[in-house]
């Protein structure tokens, strides 16, 4: 079983159009974010969720707004996506509760190509 | 802005132990230093954290100074499909926005981590 799972995988828009990336995790986690990997393979992350509650919110554009209908689920949704927004985005999660391991595990990854 | 410096990349032969060196001497007492890979066209995966003493796991070995400005991750017997770039990564305390989340962030110990460039690591036959 996928432990963290993302779709699309692949993901070919064009610039302006409005998009979403669906994230789920089977882990029972709490906490789940989205990371943005650029085309220099520098990963930073975007936002944090906890209990559905945003944690992180990294100097992302409002143009992204990430929802979290339930602890198991982190949408990510992208208005008038941009030539700049071209990366792989990346969900993962981690339990957060009092552990000393705060591990994260990553999904797969969305590759977004903007034309 | 990343708190930690790794050679951008390293050669190792099959086999043998590959021995990845990271500096982070401006990591806080209570901050761990993970290691993480990934591997072409994966998302990140776990190997192995630490605080102050060594760690060994099945993946891998984690060497900390006593200083703790710097570490060396241990992969005792190179695989090809080790071949990857391996990030060292200190774990930051989590983004506030305001007193209340603070303190709730306190309790319930939300983390985020700053990715540098990594090593890449090639695992040569």
């Known amino acids: 079983d996928t432990a963290v799972s993302q779709t699309p995988k692949y993901l070919v828009t064009q610039m302006g159009n409005d998009k979403s990336i669906k994230c789920e995790q089977n882990?029972?986690?709490?906490?789940m974010y989205w990371y943005k990997q650029d085309s220099k393979k520098f990963l930073k992350i975007m936002f944090s969720?906890?209990?559905?509650?945003?944690?992180i919110n990294e100097t992302v554009p409002n143009r992204f707004s990430p929802k979290s209908p339930d602890k198991a689920h982190l949408n990510l949704h992208i208005n008038s996506l941009e030539l700049g927004d071209s990366a792989v985005y990346f969900c993962?999660?981690?339990?957060?509760?009092?552990?000393?391991?705060?591990?994260?595990?990553f999904g797969p990854g969305t590759r977004l190509t903007v034309t | 802005d990343a708190k930690t410096t790794q050679p951008t990349s390293m050669d190792c032969a099959e086999g043998r132990a590959a021995n990845l060196p990271c500096n982070h001497s401006t990591i806080s007492g209570n901050e761990y230093v993970y290691w993480y890979r990934q591997i072409h066209s994966q998302g990140p995966q776990y190997i192995i954290h630490g605080l102050k003493n060594n760690e060994t796991n099945e993946m891998a070995s984690l060497i900390i100074t006593e200083d703790r400005k710097s570490s060396t991750l241990i992969l005792p017997h190179a695989t090809l499909r080790d071949t990857a770039v391996y990030y060292c990564?200190?774990?930051?305390?989590?983004?506030?926005?305001?007193?209340?989340?603070?303190?709730?962030?306190?309790?319930?110990?939300?983390?985020?981590?700053?990715f540098g460039t990594g090593t890449r690591l090639k695992v040569l036959a």
């Open positions: 969720y906890n209990n559905k509650e945003l944690i």
């Open positions: 990564i200190v774990r930051v305390a989590g983004y506030l926005r305001n007193l209340e989340i603070h303190l709730w962030w306190v309790i319930s110990g939300t983390y985020k981590y700053i």
């Open positions: 882990l029972g986690h709490d906490t």
């Open positions: 993962a999660s981690s339990q957060d509760k009092y552990r000393s391991s705060y591990e994260q595990y």
